[in-house]
T-cell receptor, first 117, second 116 residues
Framework: KNQVEQSPQSLIILEGKNCTLQ??????????LRWYKQDTGRGPVSLTI?????NTKSNGRYTATLDADTKQSSLHITASQLSDSASYIC????????????????FGAGTRLAVHP | GAVVSQHPSWVICKSGTSVKIECRSL??????MFWYRQFPKQSLMLMAT?????????EQGVEKDKFLINHASLTLSTLTVTSAHPEDSSFYIC????????????FGPGTRLLVL
């Protein structure tokens, strides 16, 4: 069964500190993995997207890693800011061969990050 | 580019009434639009996929007669929650894609629905 699991469910850190969010998946066949940031009451915004051959990708203070062998990904946030407080969602794209090569996104439950001053 | 809007951003209605939510792609033509529902502290759950000019495809467990989806043009899709009940209160998010799959989709800001 295609699943995406994220940990921790929630996290509180102090402003300026670093943190790492985890994502494990059992999606096959794998197409790509994305990290989204979702502010409360808003739609998700894409942070990074990585294909099978990419190990790491950065977007400002956000750095995502991917280990396709162990099916694990992480999102590292450096020098956190109050505006980083949000839910971070790991999404894995599965290539649905039987549907003509279309992709389907499998969403994780997200990690709720709170950055306190 | 790739902006998706939703209207209204929030709505409060009485139980038994119907509510329509609009999703628009502002600067591109959306071959496919997706409707998601998100309950508090949970992730997005895909409700249905709609292609312009054809009937929507609903995910298992989603009542098509309760959640009416219309995708009349390449820039507009609507979700109508018919005879809304308190358990329908949720955050509804649409996304739009230029292709027929979910690979490249842009999310709208969401609509908060509260049914009293």
């Amino acid at each position: 069964k295609n699943q995406v699991e994220q940990s921790p469910q929630s996290l509180i850190i102090l402003e300026g500190k670093n943190c790492t969010l985890q994502c494990n998946y059992t999606v096959s066949p794998f197409s790509n993995l994305r990290w989204y940031k979702q502010d409360t009451g808003r739609g998700p915004v894409s942070l990074t997207i990585m294909t099978f051959s990419e190990n790491t990708k950065s977007n400002g203070r956000y750095t995502a890693t991917l280990d396709a062998d162990t099916k694990q990904s992480s999102l590292h946030i450096t020098a956190s800011q109050l505006s980083d407080s949000a839910s971070y969602i790991c999404v894995v794209s599965a290539l649905l061969l039987f549907s003509g090569g279309y992709n389907k996104l499998i969403f994780g439950a997200g990690t709720r990050l709170a950055v306190h001053p | 580019g790739a902006v998706v809007s939703q209207h209204p951003s929030w709505v409060i209605c009485k139980s038994g009434t119907s509510v329509k939510i609009e999703c628009r792609s502002l600067d591109f033509q959306a071959t496919t639009m997706f409707w998601y529902r998100q309950f508090p502290k949970q992730s997005l759950m895909l409700m249905a996929t709609s292609n312009e000019g054809s009937k929507a495809t609903y995910e298992q467990g989603v009542e098509k007669d309760k959640f009416l989806i219309n995708h009349a043009s390449l820039t507009l899709s609507t979700l109508t929650v018919t005879s809304a009940h308190p358990e329908d209160s949720s955050f509804y998010i649409c996304s739009a894609s230029e292709t027929r799959d979910q690979e490249t989709q842009y999310f709208g800001p969401g609509t908060r629905l509260l049914v009293l």
